[in-house]
């Protein structure tokens, strides 16, 4: 057996650590000079006007949707296919949620189930506040029929690009995810699964200027030191002053998170090659198998190799693959048990059914390894495994 091969992991070479032991021997490890320079060299890399650096992924998405003025009474919609953090970015805020049905072939919402029941909301008086689209698994097959229906219906539009940091839009391959001009706001997570990693660290780009001021307040105690702000301040206010001007939350990342991930962006486009390169020479090797493959991309990030097994091709059940992967060192993972069908949200009136794209797509989905340092051997050995399963049919 060989060793174990993760689903995905960190990549950190001498530079990344010479870049973290510097920023350590700094006289600021947090609130200072790194975290702007993080947030300029990653809005310049995605070319979007503005980034505001957080602690993780999940406060990116909440800050995001507080700051467009999501609250109590209104209403979130996103995808049921996946991590809870992007529902529960709407709870936090005493927000209503809900979900739209999924594309079997992408895995994210699919622009004829959110026409349609943009449609039935709309007769009723109670479309969404904020639409967050889920590019799952790297992808962003259909988002620019996503982001026409919102702008349609006036909705407000956030990207969970927590997969997708190094990808770029289908139909628009000049334009990196993170700059779509019909997005109010792009959230980013740099979990070590991720594209690239700050440990753990987050960050949301928008082209609203008033938006990321909002946010960098919400990420300190929604506090601000910028004089031409000040609501109270008089002659006799000194430098030692600050205003709490909304109610905000310690979201700050550090510096030296910050100076990994300036070197961990210096290697973005190698790491996004090497990716590709593993997605294309999975799709030659398993062409054959009784396994449904993920659209073909020269854009996508590829966080996730998300296979299902074709019932109709094979009685291999997904647990006796997923089981025969993981007891021969291979860390199989499921991406993503649906949202509604967590306890919590079934006690807020979810139940089987009401999303059955969703359930079907997570009846056969397994997400198969793929890192940047994966080698041949690896997915060659990967490809053995499945081919010794899926033959015993």
Not at 50 to 58: L, Y
Not at 188 to 197: E, G, N, Y
Not at 252 to 268: E, H, N, P, V, Y
Request: aromatic share 10%; glycine share 8%.
């Amino acid at each position: 057996m060989q060793k174990r091969i993760p689903y995905s992991c960190q990549d950190i070479d001498e530079h990344d650590i010479e870049a973290v032991v510097e920023s350590l021997r700094s006289a600021l490890l947090t609130q200072g000079p790194q975290i702007a320079a993080f947030e300029g060299m990653a809005a310049s890399y995605a070319g979007a006007p503005h980034a505001v650096a957080v602690s993780n992924g999940t406060a990116a998405l909440h800050i995001a949707c507080q700051a467009l003025g999501l609250g109590a009474g209104g209403l979130l919609w996103t995808s049921p296919n996946s991590f809870v953090a992007s529902a529960n970015a709407g709870l936090y805020l005493g927000a209503d949620v809900d979900f739209v049905d999924i594309s079997q072939v992408t895995g994210s919402i699919a622009p004829e189930a959110l026409e349609e029941k943009l449609s039935r909301a709309a007769t009723l008086n109670r479309l969404p506040d904020i639409v967050m689209a889920v590019h799952f698994a790297g992808h962003t097959h259909e988002f620019s029929k996503i982001a026409e229906l919102c702008g349609s219906y006036g909705i407000k539009l956030v990207e969970d690009a927590s997969h997708a940091f190094g990808a770029m839009y289908e139909g628009s391959p000049k334009r990196k995810v993170g700059a779509h001009p019909a997005s109010d706001a792009a959230v980013f997570s740099f979990h070590p699964v991720k594209s690239m990693t700050t440990g753990e660290g987050g960050m949301i780009m928008t082209r609203h200027a008033t938006l990321a001021a909002s946010m960098r307040s919400l990420r300190s105690h929604g506090i601000t030191k910028d004089s031409s702000k000040y609501c109270f301040a008089d002659e006799e206010t000194g430098a030692w002053y600050y205003e709490q001007q909304q109610l905000g939350y310690n979201y700050r990342i550090t510096d030296f998170q910050a100076a990994l991930g300036m070197s961990q962006l210096g290697r973005l486009d190698d790491f996004m090659a090497r990716r590709r390169s593993r997605a294309a020479r999975y799709r030659q090797l398993l062409q054959d198998l009784p396994l449904n493959l993920p659209p073909a991309s020269e854009v996508s990030s590829w966080h996730l190799y998300v296979v299902r097994i074709d019932a109709a091709r094979t009685a291999v059940s997904r647990k006796s693959l997923f089981d025969r992967l993981r007891s021969s060192g291979i860390e199989a993972h499921v991406h993503y048990i649906p949202i509604h069908l967590q306890p919590y949200y079934r006690d807020r009136g979810f139940s089987r059914g009401d999303f059955p794209n969703a359930e079907e797509y997570y009846n056969h989905a397994l997400s198969l390894p793929i890192f940047p340092q994966m080698t041949d051997d690896q997915q060659d050995y990967i490809v053995d495994i499945l081919r010794q399963s899926l033959g015993n049919a």
